[in-house]
């Protein structure tokens, strides 16, 4: 999939800024790093813990949208309009439709689950949010892990949707990029010359997308 996300990347017209491109996420394990799994909360099934507030874990903050932006109902899913205010903040959404954090079965851990508009207490609202990541300083590459849908060895499973990206960078420049999602868990990872300050995703997938394991403040980076 990381192959995948680097054709993307090299497609004229999909990215704004020159700057941002894919490496593998494994190859950021092997760099001093931090990572947040969402494991300060206790292990809990899904709807697990409703939160209505922004997370916080050190030197990242996550909410529903950046300061400055509004959410829409676009079909049962999160759509992130308007542009954000400077410098970059994360807010929550409405109670109940902001996160959920909850074990999940396909990365065997909590993860996070952006809350769309049908709330977090209905299944088919818990992971068609929208999420905003903002760092407290630019970063140099991060890494995330996305789960769509769930094996279909049957057949009978709809197809998985997509995700869209945007990332805002130091330089005040933004980058935006599509990815086809598959069943499964899909790991990602970018590297930024001028460092990322901020990232939203939105996403068109039928059963909803878990978040978990994103990795940042990467040092020594040798590629």
């Known amino acids: 999939m990381i192959r995948l996300c680097t054709a993307l990347l090299c497609l004229p017209g999909l990215a ?4 941002l491109r894919a ?3 494994d190859n950021l394990l092997h760099q001093l790093h931090r990572i947040e799994r969402f494991d300060t909360l206790p292990s809990a099934t899904e ?5 209505d507030q922004h997370w916080r874990a050190p030197g990242l903050t ?3 949208r ?8 676009a079909d049962g899913f ?31 851990s909590n993860a996070l689950f ?30 995330m892990r996305l789960h769509a849908e769930y094996s279909d060895p049957l057949g009978q499973r709809p197809a998985p949707g997509s995700a869209v990206l945007t990332f805002h ?11 086809p999602l598959a069943h499964g868990v899909l790991s990602y990872g970018w590297l930024s010359d001028v460092g990322i300050i901020g990232l939203t995703i939105q996403n068109t997938d039928p059963g909803g997308i878990a978040i978990d394991d994103i990795l940042y403040d990467v040092t020594a980076l040798s590629g």
Do not use: C, K, N
């Open 16 to 19: 704004a800024a020159a700057d």
């Open 23 to 25: 490496v593998p996420y």
């Open 47 to 51: 709807p697990g813990h409703r939160i």
């Open 62 to 64: 996550i909410g529903e």
């Open 66 to 73: 950046l300061a400055g932006q509004d959410v829409q109902d």
């Open 78 to 108: 999160d759509a992130v309009t308007g542009t954000p205010a400077a410098p970059l903040r994360a807010i929550p959404g409405a109670p109940g439709q902001t996160f959920a954090i909850a074990h999940h079965a396909g990365f065997g």
């Open 114 to 143: 952006p809350v769309g508009p049908t709330g977090a207490e209905q299944p088919e609202g818990r992971g068609e949010g929208s999420a905003a990541f903002v760092f407290d300083a630019p970063q140099i590459a991060i890494g």
């Open 169 to 179: 960078d130091a330089a005040g420049q933004t980058t935006q990029i599509t990815l």
